[in-house]
């Protein structure tokens, strides 16, 4: 379509609105127009001591467990059209190894294809490790593993489970939305002489935003709370290492459903991988964290909100992000000597490729995908450990769109930085590529690449 015909088009439904305001608002909603909600949950509390993952410092496996780990699915759908499920899951990640039999089973066995089921973790460091996932750090001996993996697979079949349940739930829904706002996020990377290095930058980008989405009945019976925030799980740490723990998002639902009695309360997790909760380090800090988050939301549950309504779209592709050129046999067997276990169990990893006549990963493919609701609400999600500056940019790009920004959506390869943060270089450029068990950094050109593709998912999902 040219300019001129958007534009005649734009004026059209703009002179609608100011011609015939009280007959569109009585027209009756059309059934493929008409949304449906449904929800369920999942209780995956490890049932004996398991290793946590997310810290490279933990020596041994959990002590105890202080909040109840879930898995809840929110399954959606245009009356007569496909559902799109998002699942929030208490956990740090899941590799595409680990997560790829249960989209395959939900696409063979339940017709769901792929992209239209989101895995979103919580980013939790306090639930326990998975199998094929953040493999470099994972450091245990046998018989803890073997605990991994009847976790592993007990978590896989509750996250089919619960993907079933909330579709087989679908009932007629009215959705509204709003943004509130909480400040215990700041920005992680601080600027030394020797480069940059984990701690407080108080003037560093960050986002703020708490998104919210209340689902009720068509009689106004509230069912439902889906809220995001963009900040690492990681308000504990240090004293309470060995404690299992939904950390502050967990805390903020378990408040939520305190306040909102028989509602199913839900968080996905935003772009804010270069921010900490601030302060930080104990079991306390979460729990202080999660009564802040759980207040944002409720301030806006507590006022008027827009409604959301129209048909649900959504489309989803994958993006392959390069790395610049891996080290050769040699360099790979110097890592082998490094005074670090970590480089050293990478580059051992890559020998063994190497010597079984396996490709070396060169790439990661990144699961990114748009949902649109009429044209009141989109959520953007992209796979990975996403850095701040991706999630700002989408909102300043898409601010007509009403977007909503999830990150850690399907799978986590690594952490996905933009070209500031690749020039800057630190954890999320280059160090934390060891326990992801990649050779990097990336190259700059990933930056214009996902733009490129959420731009294309963007179109494909307006009207
Ligand atoms: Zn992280």
Request: aromatic content about 10%; glycine content about 8%.
């Amino acid at each position: 379509m040219n300019h001129a015909n958007i534009v005649r088009r734009r004026l059209f439904v703009v002179m609608l609105a100011v011609v015939l305001p009280p007959l569109v608002m009585s027209q009756p909603i059309r059934a493929a127009e008409m949304l449906e909600a449904g929800f369920a949950v999942r209780d995956i509390t490890p049932e004996k001591p398991i290793h946590l993952a997310g810290y490279a410092a933990r020596k041994k496996a959990s002590e105890r467990v202080d909040s109840p780990l879930k898995v809840e699915a929110f399954a959606l759908r245009s009356s007569g059209g496909e559902p799109f499920v998002f699942v929030a899951l208490d956990n740090c990640e899941v590799s595409r190894t680990f997560i790829e039999p249960v989209y395959e089973r939900l696409a063979q066995e339940h017709g769901l294809p792929r992209g239209s089921v989101m895995v979103v973790p919580s980013h939790t460091h306090s639930a326990p490790i998975l199998e094929h996932t953040l493999e470099v750090m994972a450091i245990m001996p046998e018989k803890d593993h073997e605990t991994v993996i009847e976790y592993g697979a007990r978590l896989r079949a509750a996250l089919v489970d619960v993907v079933v349940a909330a579709v087989n739930d679908l009932q007629p829904a009215k959705l509204e939305y709003g943004v509130g706002r909480a400040t215990f996020a700041i920005n992680r990377r601080i600027y030394q002489p020797e480069g940059v290095n984990f701690g407080e930058n108080l003037d560093g980008p960050v986002d703020w935003d708490v998104p919210v989405l209340r689902v009720s009945s068509p009689d106004g019976k509230l069912r439902g709370i889906v809220f995001g925030y963009a900040c690492h799980g990681t308000s504990i740490q240090g004293d309470d290492f060995y404690v299992v723990s939904g950390d502050y998002m967990a805390y903020t639902r378990q408040q939520l459903e305190g306040l909102y009695p028989g509602v199913t309360a839900l968080y996905l997790t935003g772009m804010g991988a270069d921010s900490n909760p601030y302060l930080r380090g104990t079991l306390m800090d979460a729990k202080r964290h999660g009564l802040e988050l759980a207040g944002a939301v409720a301030s806006v549950l507590d006022r008027p909100m827009r409604p959301v309504a129209g048909e649900m779209r959504h489309a989803y592709r994958e993006v392959a992000l390069p790395f610049l050129p891996l080290p050769d046999r040699a360099g790979l067997e110097a890592d082998t000597k490094s005074s670090d276990q970590f480089i050293r169990r990478r580059a051992e990893m890559f020998l063994k490729k190497l010597d079984a006549g396996e490709p070396l990963p060169k790439e990661v493919p990144l699961p990114m995908s748009a949902v649109r609701i009429g044209d009141d609400l989109t959520f953007l999600a992209m796979a990975g450990e996403v850095v701040v500056d991706y999630g700002r940019a989408f909102k300043r790009l898409y601010r007509s769109d009403h977007p909503w920004t999830i990150g850690y959506a399907y799978e986590v390869p690594c952490y996905i930085p933009n070209i500031r943060i690749l020039k800057e270089g630190g954890y999320e450029a280059e160090s934390s590529l060891i326990y992801y068990g990649y050779y990097g950094p990336f190259q700059t050109s990933i930056e214009p690449k996902i733009f490129q593709a959420m731009d294309d998912l963007m179109k494909a999902v307006r009207n």
